[in-house]
């Protein structure tokens, strides 16, 4: 198998009560697995089976964009939390946050009214262009901002299955609860 799972770096307990240890083992352990199987299954064969994770996003379309994009966005998402996470960033991200938003304050006001509304399923995302502005965008279903030529720094899954056993429709509560377990030394790394 071409990609495999990319394992937590925290327990699946750890990240309670922001989002509970069930509904990490189902998104991680099932979900996201399923999108890995899928998308292992759809590229044998074909020319994708030799490119790397973001090329496949970029160039596919149907079923292969739909869980390499899935692929794609669960291994940032994943990787963006921490039981230790919370707080503001630092550094050169920092300044452009502030630079462009005001303060932090006011760009997770935004990013949020991002998230809250993606209607159905889909991602929140926060992203950089080539010359290093910061864009929220919203992505439906499985895309990714790579497909637009930027690179993605922080998502949130506002999949119902990202929340739903947490929050039910309360889906404001998730996204505005998971800013205290970013792991922002994660997110500055990408930036
Ligand atoms: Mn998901």
Do not use: C
């Not at 922001?18 to 064969?45: C, D, P, R, S």
């Not at 992505?139 to 922080?154: D, F, H, I, M, R």
């Not at 999949?159 to 205290?180: G, K």
């Amino acid at each position: 198998m071409k990609f495999e799972l990319p394992a937590l770096p925290y327990e699946s307990g750890a990240l309670e009560p922001v989002i509970g240890k069930q509904t990490v083992e189902l998104h991680h352990g099932k979900h996201f697995q399923a999108y890995i199987t899928n998308l292992n299954n759809l590229i044998a064969g074909t020319k994708y089976e030799s490119m790397e994770l973001v090329d496949i996003v970029k160039d596919s379309d149907g079923p292969i964009f739909n869980n390499a994009g899935q692929a794609l966005n669960h291994t940032i998402y994943f990787s963006s939390f921490s039981p230790k996470g919370g707080g503001a960033p630092s550094g050169k991200l920092a300044d452009a946050i502030n630079a462009q938003y005001g303060d932090f304050e006011n760009f997770k006001k935004e990013f949020n009214a991002a998230a809250t509304t993606v209607f159905g399923s889909g991602w929140a995302w926060l992203s950089k262009d080539a010359n290093g502005k910061l864009v929220i965008s919203k992505e439906a279903n499985g895309s990714n901002p790579v497909v637009n030529g930027l690179t993605p720094l922080l998502g949130f899954d506002v999949w119902e299955h990202a929340y739903y056993l947490d929050y039910q429709n309360r889906r404001p509560d998730h996204v505005t609860a998971l800013w205290s377990i970013i792991d922002w030394k994660a997110v500055e790394s990408r930036y």
